[in-house]
T-cell receptor
Framework: GAGVSQSPSNKVTEKGKDVELRCDPI?????LYWYRQSLGQGLEFLIY????????KSGLPSDRFSAERTGGSVSTLTIQRTQQEDSAVYLC??????????????FGPGTRLTVL | AQSVTQLGSHVSVSEGALVLLRCNYS??????LFWYVQYPNQGLQLLLK??????LVKGINGFEAEFKKSETSFHLTKPSAHMSDAAEYFC???????????FGTGTSLTVIP
């Protein structure tokens, strides 16, 4: 079946502009995660959605970042008034629950954001 | 809260030598454990995982890992390194509260010809 898809694959924007990044998870996966990976760095957790529960936003770095998940499927990560330090690869992952725990996360290819 | 510790942010091995990448976790109950690999300029893909049952799990590309509850460890090994194994490796644990997924900071593996 189809994997996790993300769009766009690359986004170049000017400082101060808003950007929207999209994630299409695997069908049937109730959990969806957003991460940020800066060059040569590890994964920075941003936000987590699980079913109809309130999202865990504890990883969002500032109030310029927000995300929503419509109909329990597609998710959009929005960054307002982008700054150069927002430049990174933004990764989306989805998973199903198993035995009350999160099972394997399947990652999308990422969106490379460059803020000039 | 859960945490994952990967000892050694950079590991270098000679081609043909044993690969050992260390991962320790903190958890009050046995979690699910994962190793992911990220090749240069690519996304993350699952190498192997432990959920229940046999504590020695085998993954793709000849890698394996053993869950040791007494040591709270899940070290990744491969008997003989290949040049194509050069990549970033991430250990991860599924939280026992059923929500978060915790990643280690990653280990960059270099294979020396």
């Amino acid at each position: 079946g189809a994997g996790v898809s993300q769009s766009p694959s690359n986004k170049v924007t000017e400082k101060g502009k808003d950007v929207e990044l999209r994630c299409d998870p695997i069908s049937g996966h109730t959990a969806l995660y957003w991460y940020r990976q800066s060059l040569g760095q590890g994964l920075e957790f941003l936000i987590y959605f699980q079913g109809n529960s309130a999202p865990d936003k504890s990883g969002l770095p500032s109030d310029r970042f927000s995300a929503e998940r419509t109909g329990g499927s597609v998710s959009t990560l929005t960054i307002q008034r982008t700054q150069q330090e927002d430049s990174a690869v933004y990764l989306c992952a989805s998973s199903r629950m198993r035995g009350g725990l999160t099972d394997t996360q399947y990652f999308g290819p990422g969106t490379r954001l460059t803020v000039l | 809260a859960q945490s994952v510790t990967q000892l050694g942010s950079h590991v270098s091995v000679s081609e043909g030598a044993l690969v050992l990448l260390r991962c320790n976790y903190s958890s009050s109950v046995p979690p699910y454990l994962f190793w992911y690999v990220q090749y240069p300029n690519q996304g993350l893909q699952l190498l192997l995982k432990y959920t229940t049952g046999a504590t020695l799990v085998k993954g793709i590309n000849g890698f394996e890992a053993e869950f040791k509850k007494s040591e709270t460890s899940f070290h990744l090994t491969k008997p003989s390194a290949h040049m194509s194994d050069a990549a970033e490796y991430f250990c991860a644990v599924s939280g026992n509260t059923g929500n978060q997924f915790y990643f280690g900071t990653g280990t960059s593996l270099t294979v020396i010809p």
